[in-house]
């Protein structure tokens, strides 16, 4: 499918080696290193009775061989990124990794390719904190176990469960498991009690837990576990997301870790959705922008269980979720262009019709005229072929802290803009923004998985300075870390919080618990505040 679609042609390629006996003692122990050094010279006899004291696994005369290559891949794919030889990458390699343990094999799993990826990117790099997502619709309970206790590696995983029914049946699978000791927080486990989990479900958990969490760690380095079996038409998954789902999960991981990032092949057992999944995932590190990912129409009840109860179970290590799982008390009076952040949903009519207004009153000289009207040739331009038109529009002003305006980009800004679903992202950069270089950057890298990457950036004549880092992000490059960020103001999250639960009776992506109720009546006052208060933006523009 790689090559079907052009994209192996525009990947480099980098040739696999062998793991060594030091790489694989990374992970695991020399008894078990041993045990399977010697599965080549079985017999078929002696090849059956060894794979009996493992789970669900399968030794081959063959399998040494392939479980060092695949290991291998991972590391070379590793020093790759690390060197800078490539930007990102995936390693596609059999057999899988993550349900490998220390010592026994399981679950298809002989070395655990990506923990081994990991130790030996602390060590040889000398990286502080490596993130690892496996999106694979199993627990990779083998990473878990590797490093519940350690603190510079934070494990995410989601994986089907119900209730513990499904395979591996492992308690400590659930949501409660959050790693032990010095690695307490680092270990979030997202279970899925149901199957049939759509594009809704996985977007809602991204923005809600594990990016904010991700921003919060700062990792140094991006590891995917990625496995397709969490995507539709899947026999093992069961679960009803669509191969696109994967170019917006990958796109939002891309701007962390300066976009260091490496995707490591795991399960998937759908021959349609499997080259797929891969052909959107490889297509979005190559830079492409992501497909507008369809019927986006919140998550579902189980879910919202699920996301609740992970939220809760983290809100004590990570200070993004701090208030999760407390009530919010509704304030009915709470008039919120006041507050630091504003956006707006308009349809295009609606933008243009106040911009023109507001320009032919103001301008005092053809210039803006001109400017005007080559900006609306612009957008026409590229909406062409659009049926449907909407625009996010979005203007921030006051934004000084990065923790709370981050805070509100991934738990706000993103569920809805996603759900909204436009074809263009006006974005405006106000003067008095406060919004620094490195924060800005990762807005506009963030916001381009919307809108198949429609973006439409407005600043000021005098704001040169700002143009370099705004053009490198529409540019796709990764934007900078934003280092560890502290807790948010108490007063930001207050007003975020309040805002969400105002919006959420409307915009399903924003809940994060199955128990809220509907303000509808606020519904009016926020679009009357909207259109005065962009009439305003728009006159100081
Ligand atoms: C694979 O998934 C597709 C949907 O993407 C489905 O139509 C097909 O039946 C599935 N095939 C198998 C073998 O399960
Ligand atoms: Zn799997």
Known sequence: ALIKNGLADRCVSVPVREATDADILLVHSEEYLEAVKKTPYMTLEDLKEFTLQYGDVYFHPNIYHCAKLAAGAALQLVDSVMTGKVRNGMAL??????????????????????????????????????????????????????????????????????????????????????????????????PWNKVGMKNSDYLSVFCHVLLPVAYEFCPDLVLVCAGFDSAIGDPEGEMCASPDIFAHLTHLLMNLAGGKLCAVLEGGYNLTSLPQSVCQTVQTLLGDPAPR?????????????????????????????????IAVLSDHFCFYYNYDLIFYIIHKCVVFSTIRENFVKDADDCHALTTLSSLISLVEKMEKNEVQHRILFLTFRGCSDASGFLQAVLGLLLPLGYEYDPSLVLLVRMPDSGVCDSVWQQLTGLLQGLAQGHTLVLMQEGEKERVAPTASALLGDAAPSLGQLHSPLPEDVEVLERLRHRLQGDWKLLQTTGEFTTAASHINITHNLTSMDLEKTISTM
């Open 293 to 325: 990912p369809a019927n986006l129409d919140g998550p579902c009840e189980s879910a919202l269980e699920s996301l609740h109860c992970v939220r809760s179970a983290h809100r004590q290590y990570w200070s993004c979720l701090k208030h999760a799982g």
């Open 93 to 190: 390699v059999r057999p899988p990794g993550h349900h490998s343990m220390s010592s026994a094999a399981n679950g298809f799993c002989v070395f655990n390719n990506v923990a081994i990826a990991a130790q030996y990117a602390k060590q040889k790099y000398g990286l502080k904190r490596v993130l690892i997502v496996d999106w694979d619709v199993h627990h990779g309970q083998g990473v878990q176990y590797c490093f519940e206790d350690d603190p510079s590696v934070l494990y995410f995983s989601w994986h089907r469960y119900e209730h513990q029914k499904f395979w591996p049946q492992l308690r400590e699978s659930d949501y409660d498991s959050v790693g032990k000791e010095k690695g307490a927080g680092f270990n979030i486990n997202v």
